[in-house]
């Protein structure tokens, strides 16, 4: 068994003991395997062993990687997990399944356009800037209000649910009980928090899906 796959084992491993230990049925977390700047070669044998939900964060990366591997693995899921451009909406809903990163009005009104105009519809998450980080992309807590129901109202939108980057310097935690306090108050079911880091106290909090890189791939060179 190779590094990477005996890696994603032990992270299935975890998750599972981190859902138990909060009385969560282990099925409810999802394992977003994070596979940017990953070549090819170092995700089949992901693949091969059976995980089926991975993570983008670059369109074009994602476009030159996945549809040859989606061809041998129909059932793939690819989620959108960084700062998306408007002007990318177009092929972002034509190649991701679901998108973490909607953050601001002129996004919703491109992913909008683009539902339509295909018919696909990639499942939304809304991220939150739950820091107030000037240089990090998301909606801060004290808008993210109206921007939900704006998505809602103005632009059709059906959002799943609501993702956040904690602050690298600060404790995660309070972060994530924030994330689950927006989302249980717009009666959001979806929760995309915890990393390679921090999934742990992520699933202690209610996250539904886990963004984990490092910790199956390795370090990013
Ligand atoms: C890269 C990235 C991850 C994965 O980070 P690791 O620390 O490698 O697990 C998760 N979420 C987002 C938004 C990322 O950009």
Redesign the pocket.
């Known amino acids: 068994m190779s590094d990477t796959v005996k890696r994603w084992r032990e992270t299935r491993a975890a998750i599972a003991r981190a859902a138990r230990d909060v009385e969560r049925d282990p099925d409810s977390v999802a394992l977003?395997a994070?596979s940017?700047t990953m070549p090819a070669e170092a995700i089949l044998p992901v693949l091969e062993a059976g995980q089926r939900i991975f993570?983008e964060?670059y369109v074009q990366e994602a476009k030159a990687k996945w549809p040859a591997l989606k061809e041998r693995f129909p059932d793939a899921q690819l989620h959108m997990?960084?700062p998306l451009q408007s002007n990318k909406a177009k092929e972002a809903v034509e190649l991701f399944d679901a998108i973490?990163?909607l953050d601001r009005e002129s996004l919703a009104k491109e992913l909008a356009r683009e539902i339509a105009r295909s018919g696909r519809a990639p499942t939304l998450y809304v991220q939150v800037n739950t820091g107030d980080e000037p240089q990090k992309g998301g909606v801060s807590p004290s808008a993210i209000d109206a921007f939900l129901e704006s998505c809602r109202v103005h632009h059709g939108l059906v959002i799943e649910g609501l993702?956040c980057?904690p602050p690298a310097e600060d404790p995660p935690s309070p972060h994530f009980a924030l994330l689950a306090k927006i989302a249980a108050r717009h009666g959001l079911r979806g929760l995309s928090m915890g990393?390679?880091?921090d999934?742990e106290a992520a699933i202690q909090l209610g996250a539904t899906h886990v963004?984990?890189?490092?910790?199956?791939?390795g370090?990013?060179g």
């Open positions: 977003i994070v940017k993570g964060n997990i960084g973490h990163s993702m980057i990393m390679s880091a999934y963004r984990v890189g490092s910790a199956i791939f370090a990013r």
